[in-house]
């Protein structure tokens, strides 16, 4: 009856109903859409967000008879949605609707077709193409964060060593082997990388929370990309500190005393 009569009715989503009504009951209530006024006779189940990431509940309906005419002012349908029982007659369900519509739309070989249909297959498809390339993208990005960290951490102990000529002379004089020096300069890398590792872990969880609820987007924190980011914290503070800490226990202990 709504349809046919281009019923000004609407049913909303949960979000819509918290960020109009302040989650008071909205029924026998009007909304305006594109300056028309809508009455509300339902409200939507909450669904959260889609796999795409988008709030399924931040939508409104209303009678397809009334969208193509009054809000839009259209005599077609763009957009279809099937749902299929059985994700074995996915394909075959696909291919129906594609002979449907070409046989509706008058499209005859060779001719390309003048729709497009997605199902749920392509859809995961084209996620995961995007997830890969992104993935790809953070990984360089990683790389090379990991190379400048490195020389950074790399020039510090240099200065390091440098400053500390006298230090390190004293401790060879009073028994230091060359491998407690170099174990001490060492140490003094991993504890610079594994620091700053553990900080950018505590940075990343609460920028990931604080946006999961900005944006109502769902979030799983997990602890294999934190542990992995420690591991390499420690690579690079192994890898930037050798050269500095062979440079220091290399040092002749009555050079660097005079120094």
Sequence with gaps: EDNSLLSKTCVLGQTVVRELFDNQNPIGETVRIKNINFKVIGILKERGASPMGTDMDNRILVP??????????????????????????????????????????????????????????????????????????????????????????????????????KEIGIRRAFGATVKDIMKQFLGEALIVTISGGIIGTIIGIIVSIGLSMAKNIPIVVSWQPFALAIVFSGIVGIAAGIKPAKRAAALNPVDAIKE
Aim: hydrophobic fraction near 45%; charged fraction near 20%; avoid cysteine.
């Design 64 to 165: 397809l008879s009334t969208a193509k005419r009054r809000l839009f002012n259209i005599n077609y349908i763009n957009t279809i949605r099937i749902y299929v029982e059985s994700p074995s007659m996915l394909e075959a369900v696909t291919k129906e609707v594609e002979n449907v519509l070409r046989e509706r739309h008058h499209i005859i070989p060779p001719a390309e077709d003048d729709f497009m249909i997605k199902n749920a297959a392509s859809i995961s498809k084209m996620v995961k193409d995007v997830s890969g390339t992104l993935t790809t993208f953070l990984g360089l990005l990683s790389l090379i964060s990991l190379a400048v960290g490195g020389i950074v951490i790399a020039n510090i102990m240099f200065v390091s060593v440098n400053e500390r000529k």
